[in-house]
């Protein structure tokens, strides 16, 4: 039968009635894409769920009745192929000892899509949307009155919900508003730093010094023309590092009134939030409630060259040595866990939160490995990361799957073997899918076949299968002529095949566009909350709340 437009439209308004009946039941709300494979394969999926059901019911049974724990790692700037592979370790010129045995423990998620930076790749886990959604897509570097919105919801509450203690250690960078804050977010204890890396080991003094960053720092100009002492940002006078228990203010730590921030502090800010991932650990092991921890180290990020004693690797890069230590910290905090007993009634998941950060490439010690381009961009260089993940006796050991991941992935393949998918909010869309399948029974029993690839609020190219669109300026003049890459025989991206997709796929990826851009008109997106910087820290410096009163000086001429 051939179907006039008309009655197309017809059946898609039949199926948003069907749509929104059942989301006022209590489904979560999807992108259309998952609609579709939902429908061819919906007998599949359910009988796969029941058994599902039943691990899942077993392993609680088998641990007093709870749920996992889940212990989370995430990597800043480490892109795909330099964690938990020894023979690409051996071609980079270094060693993760540590991550490679966990690799062999657990499951390789050989095809993990992160957002393109920072942000919006921890957006996306904590809150399985991704974050263009938000207005969470761009990355803030110095004092900015925006952050992740109070409203939206966190896996740490959705966990928090059911029982879970809740713990964040290390870098957040989702605002410098408390209500973005991870004490605020659901976590009952958080030790984090307000800002990044940006702030604290690339324009600090000591950096300024080695020119990681021009035209900054105490001794580097002598100002004679300077008439806007506003213009270089002070990293000193910027918040450092905080700490606080759930929705209470927070106070800074280890920066006295006056101080330079440098590298030495940056140093121990690492080592100490490693040591608190670990005092963490074991205060949460002890309690009768199941956990949810996160450790996100800043290192391997590190600006200047000559603040680092000794370089041990082959390599001799600076982030080299660094990630060094970040898989020596991880190796302990393995260990630990076996000490603890906590070994094998945790999940663990470590990764990478986007590719290489190449403007410091090749100092850094590494460039692109197998896939082109880096941190902030879609290529796939940019959003596919080395991944893993173990769970003793439930993920098979040494293996690997090759279905499509996307980090919004976790946020909802963890409620649901956290037992919390009623906490997951339903009037608002979700992206994250159910992946618990694909844990537990492997390779080629994921459910997503597809990731739309954005950045900075821009969708700039789509994933379906193994074939890549790339959307060169937000347009697509001709289907068949389109930008096509096959990811399987071209993981570089460097051999376009137009016609020989776009001939018979072009309209149909178009399409796939339109459905996703129809789905965002019935369910908006939204910008990030603007709020007051630094409110709800109880001991600010002078310098601090003088930075404050600079921004918001500025901010406020526009409406003199
Ligand atoms: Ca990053």
Request: charged residues 25%.
């Amino acid at each position: 039968m051939r179907l006039s437009l008309s009655t197309l439209l017809k059946g898609a308004s039949a199926a948003m009635l069907l749509w929104s009946g059942t989301t006022a039941h209590g489904e979560i709300v999807r992108d259309a894409e998952y609609y579709i494979l939902e429908e061819q394969n919906r007998d599949r999926w359910a009988a796969e769920d029941d058994a599902l059901d039943n691990a899942l019911a077993e392993f609680r049974e088998a641990n007093g009745g709870k749920p996992p724990n889940i212990f989370y790692i995430l990597i800043d700037d480490i892109g795909f192929g330099d964690l938990g592979n020894p023979t690409l370790n051996a071609v980079r010129g270094y060693e993760t000892r540590a991550i490679n045995e966990f690799a062999r423990e657990g499951m390789r998620l050989s095809r993990m899509y992160t957002e393109p930076s920072c942000t919006p790749t921890r957006v996306a886990f904590m809150t399985g949307r991704q974050p263009h959604r938000n207005g969470m897509g761009n990355t803030a570097v110095d004092i900015s009155g925006f952050g992740l919105a109070g409203k939206e919801v966190t896996l740490a509450e959705v966990l928090s919900d059911v029982g879970y203690n809740t713990s964040h250690v290390g870098k957040w960078h989702m605002g410098d508003i408390k209500e973005s804050w991870p004490n605020f977010q659901g976590f009952d204890y958080a030790a984090f730093p307000i800002h990044q890396q940006g702030q604290l080991t690339i324009y600090h003094d000591d950096a300024a010094d080695e020119e990681v960053s021009i035209g900054i720092g105490d001794n580097n100009y002598d100002g004679r023309y300077t008439l806007d002492g506003w213009l270089r940002t002070d990293s000193s006078a910027m918040v450092t590092g905080v700490e606080g228990t759930r929705d209470q203010n927070v106070n800074e730590v280890h920066m006295e009134v006056g101080e330079r921030w440098t590298e030495a502090k940056y140093h121990d800010m690492n080592v100490r939030y490693f040591e608190q991932t670990r005092e963490q650990l074991q205060t949460l092991a002890a309690k009768d409630e199941p956990f949810f921890l996160q450790f996100w180290p800043l290192y391997p990020l590190v600006g200047p060259r000559t603040t680092t004693d000794e370089y041990t690797t082959p390599n001799g890069g600076t982030y080299v040595e660094k990630m060094k230590l970040v898989d020596q910290w991880i190796g302990e905090l393995m260990s630990e866990m076996d000490t603890l007993g906590v070994a094998d009634n945790t999940i663990v998941i470590i990764m990478g939160d986007n590719g290489h950060f190449t403007k410091y490439s090749p100092q850094s010690g590494y460039t692109p490995m197998l896939y082109r381009g880096g941190k902030g961009s879609t290529l796939e260089g940019g959003v596919r990361v080395d991944a893993f993940v173990r769970w003793p006796g439930m993920i098979e050991a040494d293996s690997i799957a090759n279905d499509i991941f996307h980090v919004t992935d976790f946020f909802t393949t963890i409620s649901r073997v956290g037992g919390a998918m009623a906490g997951i909010p339903k009037d608002r869309i979700i992206d994250g899918i159910d992946q618990t399948s694909m844990l537990l029974n492997g390779d080629s029993h994921g459910r997503r076949d597809y990731v739309f690839l954005y950045n900075i609020g821009k969708l700039e190219a789509v994933v379906k299968e193994q074939y890549k669109l790339a959307i060169p300026g937000g347009n697509i003049d001709n289907a068949i002529l389109a930008d096509f890459y096959d990811l399987f025989r071209d993981p570089q991206e460097r051999y376009p095949v137009s016609t020989e997709i776009g001939a018979w796929g072009g309209a149909k990826f178009v399409r796939m566009i339109q459905r996703h851009l129809q789905r965002k008109e019935a369910y908006p997106s939204e910008g990030p909350a603007i709020g007051m910087p630094y409110e709800g820290i109880d001991n600010l410096r002078p310098e601090s709340v003088a930075a404050v009163q600079e921004f918001l000086y500025m901010t406020q001429t526009p409406k003199r």
